[in-house]
């Protein structure tokens, strides 16, 4: 049963450090899971807590109205920010048109009342018509593991517009910027980082999770929640590598300017080009490979 709720700019589970109390008196499962471990430091042996990224499946269902709601994808993903990496998943992949088009998002309700943290149901404005089953089911590497067949990896989407040029300065400050605010990788260096900055720098939204696909797909569900999209002027930052699939994520959000601290693949760099973005890796110490585009890149600056 889907629970009624407003599109709502806090989540269950988005909880401050300080607000955190007993795991039994939390809404939901948090980013972080406390664990013990034993380490071995030459010829000393000690136990002592620590602390992991928390991994958890999440189903996303799709209802339209007089409809039930219908299962679409399982992603294993951080907790935290679940309703916008519902968005987004669903604004990537085509199925959701933009703000206008989303009635309700709510975590499901069982039968006795209690919510359940790991399904999230969107509700749209018009009836759901899937078609054949899309049967997503992703890992925390690689988002379109599950998708039923070759021809549904390429999501339709058009070249984006010229974008902003930004200058060489402006690009070495990034991943210092991307490594401050990495709260979660501070705690368990095991995530993943998304960041999207203006073309002055400035941080506009980051988010973590265990898969990189599910951060990139977090931002993107925050703009199209504030109604945010195209992003025209913005620059993508990932803390890994660019794969295919960010690519064509940030094309779908209109992104022109992509930029990883580590490499692109083959189909990444391909497909940037075929879609007019501007395509950077091993972004540090002032020094990146431009792949693609870099007209929009000031070096000179």
């Known amino acids: 049963m889907l629970q009624r709720s407003n599109v709502p700019t806090r989540e269950a589970g988005d909880v401050d450090a300080a607000e955190a ?32 990224v928390t991994e958890e499946p999440m189903e996303i269902r799709l209802q339209g109205p007089g409809q039930r709601p219908e299962p679409l994808a399982v992603t294993m993903r951080t907790p935290g920010h679940d309703f916008e990496l ?44 899937l078609g054949p089953p899309r049967r997503f089911v992703a890992n925390a590497s690689c988002g379109i593991c599950g998708k039923a067949v070759l021809d549904d ?28 605010s990495q709260q979660v990788f ?17 941080l506009q939204v980051l988010r973590e999770d265990v898969g990189r696909h599910n951060a990139l797909d977090k931002v993107i569900g925050h703009e199209v929640l504030t109604d945010g999209l195209p992003l025209r002027d913005r620059v993508l930052l990932v803390s890994g590598r660019i794969s295919f699939e960010i690519v064509q994520k940030a094309a779908v959000a209109g992104i022109p300017v992509l930029c990883a601290v580590s490499a692109p693949s083959s189909l990444a760099v391909s497909a940037a080009r075929r879609l007019n973005q501007t395509l950077m890796g ?9 792949y693609t585009g870099v007209d929009r890149v000031d070096a000179d600056a």
């Open 186 to 202: 501070d705690e368990t260096g095991g995530v993943h980082a998304a960041a999207l900055f203006d073309a002055g720098g400035n």
């Open 282 to 290: 091993f972004l540090r110490d002032d020094r990146c490979n431009v």
């Open 21 to 52: 109390g007993p795991p039994d008196a939390r809404p939901a499962r948090r980013p972080v899971t406390p664990v013990r471990v034993t380490t071995l430091d030459g010829a000393h042996v000690h136990e002592r807590p620590d602390r992991v």
């Open 86 to 129: 519902a968005v987004g998943f669903c604004t990537t992949e085509g199925i959701l048109s933009g703000l206008a088009a989303l009635d309700e998002i709510a975590y499901c309700v069982g039968d006795e009342g209690e919510q359940h943290y790991n399904v999230v149901t969107l509700r749209l404005r018009t009836r759901v018509a």
């Open 153 to 180: 990896v390429v999501v339709a989407t058009r070249p984006v517009l010229d974008g902003p040029v930004i200058s060489r300065s402006v690009l070495a400050g990034l991943p210092d910027t991307l490594r401050a």
